[in-house]
């Protein structure tokens, strides 16, 4: 069973940056295509990354050129480096393989001032 980690959230202010990271046991993680998803109050869970095995990263037009995905293949981890940071980027950040499995317990970002 795979198991997903993320952490790094928290409180910034608007124009901060945020460092998110998720490990992720149980799966040949080198292999696999990992994504950073998000879900803000009443609204839909959303893709905003996806990095594919061999680094090809994709990102939605909301977070294009203010987020970063990475990830190292020896730790496991999956990263999301968050830039420029707006208010409605508010939302808990979840990672997950694609397709996705089961959820983790995801970290809760707040942009407020």
């Known amino acids: 069973q795979v198991n997903l980690v993320e952490s790094g959230g928290g409180l910034v202010q608007p124009g901060g940056s945020l460092r998110l990271s998720c490990v992720v046991s149980?799966?040949?993680?080198?292999?696999?295509?990992m994504g950073w998803y998000r879900q803000a109050p009443g609204k839909q869970r959303e893709r905003v990354a996806y990095?594919?095995?061999?680094?090809?990263?994709f990102y939605a037009d909301s977070v294009k050129g203010r987020f970063t995905i990475s990830r190292d293949n020896t730790k496991n981890t999956v990263y999301l480096q968050m830039n420029s940071l707006k208010p409605e980027d508010t939302a808990v950040y979840y990672c997950?393989?694609?397709?996705?499995?089961?959820w983790g317990q995801g970290t809760q970002v707040t942009v407020s001032s």
């Open positions: 997950n393989l694609i397709p996705a499995g089961s």
């Open positions: 149980g799966s040949f993680f080198s292999v696999e295509t």
């Open positions: 990095i594919a095995s061999g680094g090809a990263a």
